[in-house]
C-alpha cells in the first residue's frame, strides 16, 4: 500500500483531473452557445458563415472522452525561470479555468518541450517530471523522475512501459503519452522543413507523421487552414485504422486520401497488364505527355482580322507569333497559357480601339473581343484546348517513338482504341496518366503540408502526383525500403525525393523499435540481406514478446485451435494469410463459431481480424498468426518484402504456422 502522503498526492491528482474536466465541459458549453447565437452576433450573412464554421469546429475540438485521460504528465519547475509559477499538467489539449489561467497545457507548447525531452543531464528548469498511470480515464498511480538529483528512468519507466505494451484493439491510438526525444525532434520540425522518415517496423513512423501534423496545426493555425493538411495513406484500411489519432488530438479538420483518392474521378473499368502498368508508371511517360501535350503549339499562319461594327482590326501574322513564342518562355501551365494568349490578343485589339475613339471601351467589350469567332479560331490554330482525358487518349493511341521501345510502346498501345474518349476504359494507371496531363493543362492547388505515409511503394509517376499537391508546402515522407512491396518500390529515399518535388529533403533514420518484440524483429531481419535495400537492422527495447514458429500437417486445420489459444490472451488477433487461402480460412473460423472481422471494420467489437498479406502494410495487433509464409513469398514478385511486412505486425505475441517448408531467407541465422 502507497505511504499516506502518496495517497494524499494521488487524490490531488485525481481532484485535479475532475476539475480539468469541468473546466473543459465549460469551455465547451461556450463554444456551444457562441455557436447557437453566432448569427445574431454577426454583422452580415457572410460573417456569420464563417463564424458558424468556426465555432462547429471548436465544439467538435472541445469533445472529452471519458475512457482518455486529459493529462498524462505534470511538470514541476525551478524557481529560476521567468514564471511565476512552478507546475504544469501536460495533455492532449489546452484546458483553461474561468480565469484563462491553464489547467493543462498542450502537449505542443513550447513550455512541453522539456516533458519529452528533459534528461538528468539537461533538465532545462525541471526539477520533477511526474508520468501517470490510468485505466479507463481514471488515474490509477504516477511516477516520478527527480531531474535535480539525477534521477532518470528513461524506457526503465514502468508506466512508460506499460502505455507502450498496453493492448491495442480497434483504431491506431495516438502517442502523445509516450513520444521519445528522436520522435519529439522530428515532430516539432520546422513547417519550411521537408522530412523523409526512413523507420523499421516498430520505430512509431507513422506516429510521427500524424503527430506533427498536429503540431504545425497548433504552430501555424492560420497559414495551414487556408492551404490545408493532407494525409496520404496506402489503402482505406489503413485510413480507417489512423483516423481517430488526429481528433483525439482536437484536429478534425485534415483530408485523408489514398494516393488513388487524389485523381480523377475517372471509373477504372480495365487492367493493365505488368508490363503495361511498369511503363506507364515510369517517370519517362511525364516527358512523353509533356511533348505531346506542348507539339500542339504551333505558330500561327495568317493575321487575324476581327469585324467590329464599321471598323475592322488587325493584327499581323509576325505580332500574332511574337505574342505566342513570348507565352511560350514564359513557362505556364498549358490551360494558363491558352488563356494567356487570348488576353494579350484582346489587350492589342484595345489599344486599336482606344487610338480610334480617345477612349478605353469597357469590360463588356473585351469580354465580347475574346470571345469572338476570328479570335477563337486563332486560339484554336496556335494553342488549341486540350483535356487531360484526350491527351491520353492520343498517346495509348499511338505511342511516341523518341522516349520508349518498341516493346514498351506496344506494351501500353490500345489494342482497339475507343470511339470516343468518354466511352474509353481506364486503368488505374492511366488515372495516374490522366492526373499528370490535368496537371500540365493546369496545376491544382497546393496544400500547406503533405504526410505521405509507405512512401516506399509510391512509383516516380504517383509521386509527382503528390509534388503538384504540395508544390508550395512541405512533406513529412513515411517509409521503410525494406517494405517496399510494389513492382516499382523504391530502393533509394534520394530518388522518391526528386520525384516528390523536394529533393533537398531530409533523411532521418529510426531504428529503434518500441512495439515490435525483439524476438520477431531477429526473425524478420534475416530476410533482410535477401531484400537488396540498404537499411539498418531493426533493434527493440522490448524482451517480452513471444515467437512460434509451428511447422504443421494442415496450416488451416491447425488454425482454429490457435486462434482459440490467442483468445485467451488480453488485445487484438490479426490472422494474416496468403490472399488466395483466405476465404476458406474465413469459412474454418465461421464453422468454429469464432468471429471475426476484416480490416476495413476497424470499429468492429471483434477481436479476431482476417486479412490478406497484401493489405496488412501499415496495421498492428497484439498477436499475429501468420498463415504458410511460403505461399505468402510465391504469391509476388517481391514476396520476401511482403513477408517482412507481415511479420513484423505483431506487437506482443508471433505465431507461425507452415505444412510447407520454410523460405530459405528466413532460415538464414
Known amino acids: 500500500m502507497p505511504a499516506p502522503d502518496l495517497d494524499t498526492d494521488l487524490q490531488h491528482e485525481r481532484d485535479h483531473l475532475t476539475a480539468s474536466r469541468a473546466a473543459l465541459h465549460r469551455m465547451r458549453e461556450r463554444a456551444e452557445q457562441l455557436y447557437s447565437t453566432g448569427d445574431k452576433v454577426a454583422g452580415d450573412a457572410y460573417t456569420a458563415e464563417q463564424l458558424g464554421r468556426h465555432m462547429a469546429r471548436r465544439v467538435r475540438e472541445l469533445a472529452d472522452d471519458p475512457e482518455t485521460p486529459l493529462f498524462f504528465g505534470r511538470l514541476d519547475l525551478d524557481q529560476e525561470r521567468d514564471d511565476p509559477r512552478s507546475r504544469y499538467h501536460i495533455g492532449r489539449r489546452h484546458v483553461t479555468d474561468p480565469l484563462g489561467e491553464p489547467m493543462v497545457l498542450d502537449w505542443r507548447a513550447p513550455l512541453s518541450r522539456a516533458f519529452y525531452r528533459a534528461s538528468a543531464k539537461d533538465p532545462q528548469h525541471v526539477t520533477v517530471r511526474r508520468r501517470f498511470g490510468f485505466v479507463k480515464g481514471k488515474i490509477t498511480s504516477f511516477e516520478d523522475e527527480h531531474l535535480d538529483r539525477g534521477e532518470e528512468l528513461g524506457t526503465a519507466s514502468r508506466i512508460l512501459t506499460a502505455e507502450i505494451e498496453r493492448p491495442r484493439v480497434g483504431p491506431m491510438r495516438d502517442i502523445v503519452a509516450t513520444i521519445q526525444p528522436e520522435q519529439d525532434e522530428l515532430v516539432r520540425a520546422e513547417l519550411a522543413d521537408t522530412i523523409c522518415v526512413q523507420g523499421a517496423p516498430g520505430t512509431g513512423k507513422t506516429a510521427v507523421g500524424l503527430h506533427r501534423a498536429a503540431y504545425l496545426l497548433y504552430l501555424h493555425r492560420e497559414r495551414l487552414k487556408r492551404n490545408g493538411v493532407l494525409i496520404v495513406g496506402p489503402n482505406t484500411a489503413f485510413l480507417h485504422y489512423i483516423a481517430s489519432v488526429l481528433p483525439a488530438l482536437g484536429e478534425v479538420e485534415v483530408q485523408q486520401s489514398t494516393v488513388d483518392g487524389l485523381l480523377p474521378g475517372t471509373e477504372v473499368r480495365s487492367t493493365d497488364s505488368p508490363e503495361a502498368a511498369a511503363v506507364k508508371h515510369d517517370v519517362r511517360m511525364a516527358a512523353v505527355l509533356h511533348d505531346a501535350l506542348w507539339a500542339h503549339v ?372
Open 298 to 669: 504551333r505558330r500561327p499562319t495568317g493575321p487575324l482580322q476581327v469585324s467590329d461594327g464599321a471598323y475592322r482590326w488587325r493584327i499581323d501574322e509576325g505580332v500574332l507569333r511574337r505574342l505566342v513564342d513570348e507565352v511560350r518562355r514564359e513557362g505556364p501551365a498549358y490551360g494558363v497559357g491558352r488563356e494567356r494568349v487570348r488576353a494579350r490578343i484582346t489587350a492589342l485589339l484595345q489599344r486599336q480601339a482606344e487610338y480610334r475613339s480617345g477612349e478605353s471601351p469597357g469590360e463588356a467589350w473585351l469580354r465580347r473581343m475574346g470571345r469572338s469567332k476570328p479570335v477563337v479560331a486563332v486560339l484554336d490554330e496556335v494553342w488549341p484546348a486540350v483535356t487531360g482525358p484526350e491527351l491520353v487518349a492520343a498517346v495509348l493511341r499511338d505511342p511516341p517513338a523518341e522516349t520508349l521501345t518498341p516493346e514498351e510502346r506496344d506494351a501500353i498501345r490500345w489494342a482497339k482504341p475507343p470511339k470516343t474518349v468518354k466511352s474509353a476504359r481506364w486503368s488505374a494507371a492511366d488515372l495516374v496518366l490522366i492526373d499528370e496531363a490535368n496537371g500540365l493543362i493546369d496545376r491544382p492547388a497546393s496544400y500547406g503540408h503533405v504526410v505521405v505515409d509507405e512512401a516506399q511503394d509510391l512509383s516516380p509517376m504517383q509521386c509527382r502526383a503528390i509534388a503538384r499537391r504540395s508544390e508550395h508546402g512541405s512533406l513529412t515522407v513515411l517509409g521503410d525500403l525494406a517494405q517496399g512491396t510494389a513492382p516499382w518500390a523504391a530502393t533509394s529515399w534520394a530518388e522518391s525525393l526528386a520525384h516528390l518535388g523536394k529533393p533537398d529533403g531530409r533523411v532521418v533514420p529510426l531504428t529503434t523499435g518500441f512495439r515490435v518484440p525483439e524476438a520477431v524483429l531477429v526473425l524478420a531481419n534475416r530476410l533482410l540481406p535477401a531484400l537488396a535495400v540498404d537499411v539498418p537492422p531493426a533493434v527493440s527495447l522490448r524482451s517480452d514478446g513471444a515467437l512460434r514458429i509451428r511447422p504443421v500437417p494442415d496450416a488451416a486445420d491447425a488454425l482454429v485451435a490457435t486462434v482459440r489459444a490467442a483468445l485467451a490472451s488480453e488485445g487484438s488477433v490479426g490472422v494474416i494469410a496468403p490472399e488466395a487461402r483466405v476465404p476458406d480460412l474465413a469459412d474454418r473460423l465461421a464453422a468454429a463459431d469464432i468471429a471475426f472481422s476484416d480490416p476495413d471494420q476497424v470499429d468492429s467489437p471483434e477481436r479476431v481480424t482476417l486479412l490478406a498479406a497484401t493489405v496488412a502494410k501499415g496495421l498492428e495487433y497484439d498477436h499475429v498468426i501468420v498463415v504458410e509464409p511460403a505461399e505468402i513469398v510465391e504469391a509476388e514478385p517481391r514476396g520476401l518484402n511482403r513477408l517482412y511486412v507481415v511479420l513484423t505486425r505483431a506487437v506482443s505475441r508471433l505465431d507461425v504456422l507452415h505444412a510447407r517448408p520454410l523460405p530459405d531467407a528466413l532460415l538464414t541465422e
